[in-house]
């Protein structure tokens, strides 16, 4: 069974930094490409980027590419995101994904990250 | 970017009631996808590649379109289908989701 569980969301100042992260087990993490989607309260879903297995490849949203880093750890099965100057605007819950090159398969319950002075 | 216009954003169905939704793209893409949201769960792909229906979906539910016009749609409105549903494209970056339709039971 394919489970993510993130981790390391909470409460940040505007300006701050934040580390998520998310572990995988039950496939062959270092196969599969993965993403981060994030979800503002009561609003849609946003794609903040991608990594490809080697993490040779990373694609980003534009408006978050010079905030946002997202790495990856295939020897623990994990995949971070790494955040800074981080505003209001971020308060969101964020999800990482299994990116199949086709669809988002899998995702995790999310963690939530509160961006308040 | 791709902007993704869904509509209506917000849609009520009686059990047995047909329902569509409409997803528009501001530029041609090939391949869509719309998930499933619950309140409280996580998003789930519910439909690929414009029409194919992911493991366990219900043959009720289907997708069509093409270039810039998609569509979803429920034969017969459970009350099951209560969700938020978002359709996405992945013709080019960045990857973008529509704002969502929320169908809620009449």
């Known amino acids: 069974e394919v489970k993510l569980l993130e981790s390391g969301g909470g409460l940040v100042q505007p300006g701050g930094s934040l580390k998520l992260s998310c572990a995988a087990s039950g496939f062959d993490f270092s196969r599969y490409w993965m993403s981060w989607v994030r979800q503002a309260p009561g609003k849609g879903l946003e794609w903040i980027g991608e990594?490809?297995?080697?993490?040779?490849?990373?694609n980003y949203t534009p408006s978050l590419k010079d905030k946002f880093i997202i790495s990856r750890d295939n020897a623990k099965n994990t995949l971070y995101l790494q955040m800074s100057k981080v505003r209001s605007e971020d308060t969101a819950l964020y999800y990482c994904a299994v990116y199949d090159g086709y669809v988002f398969a899998y995702w995790g319950q999310g963690t939530l990250v509160t961006v308040s002075a | 970017e791709i902007l993704l216009t869904q509509s209506p954003a917000i849609i009520a169905a009686s059990p047995g009631e047909k329902v569509t939704i409409t997803c528009s793209a501001s530029?041609?893409?090939?391949?869509m996808n719309w998930y499933q949201q619950k309140p409280g769960s996580s998003p789930k792909i519910w439909i690929y590649?414009?029409?194919n229906l992911a493991s366990g979906v219900p043959a009720r539910f289907s997708g069509s379109g093409s270039g810039t016009s998609f569509s979803f749609t429920i034969n017969s409105m459970e009350a099951e289908d209560v969700a938020t549903y978002y359709c996405q494209q992945r013709s080019s970056y960045p990857l973008t989701f529509g704002a969502g339709t929320k169908l809620e039971l009449k």
């Open positions: 590649g414009i029409s």
């Open positions: 990594i490809n297995p080697d993490s040779s490849t990373i």
């Open positions: 530029s041609s893409v090939s391949y």
